[in-house]
């Protein structure tokens, strides 16, 4: 009885969940990048991930030039405040 009680335990634990590798540079791998956006990264995690693009949240004021290398990304926020969309400008 004692094994299946330790192993009932071992089985509910998770290991956590280890941070992408920073990608270095401005964004060029698109299908990467929308599928780490699918997973709802906080700002934080967006930083993480891709250090050198900046995230342009909406308490931010910046200007509005076009770029034409992903190195400057508008989010759409949920209310949690994590990124579910946006757009590279």
Do not use: W
């Amino acid at each position: 009885m004692i094994v299946l009680g330790a192993a009932a335990v071992s089985a509910c634990q998770t290991t956590p969940v280890a941070p992408p590798k920073p990608v270095a540079g401005f964004v060029t791998d698109m299908k990467a990048f929308d599928a780490f956006i699918a997973t709802r990264p906080t700002p934080e995690q967006f930083h993480a991930a891709y250090p050198d693009v900046m995230l342009v949240t909406p308490d931010m004021i910046t200007t509005r030039e076009m770029r034409q290398n992903n190195s400057r990304y508008f989010p759409k926020m949920d209310a949690e405040g994590r990124i579910v969309g946006g757009s590279f400008m």
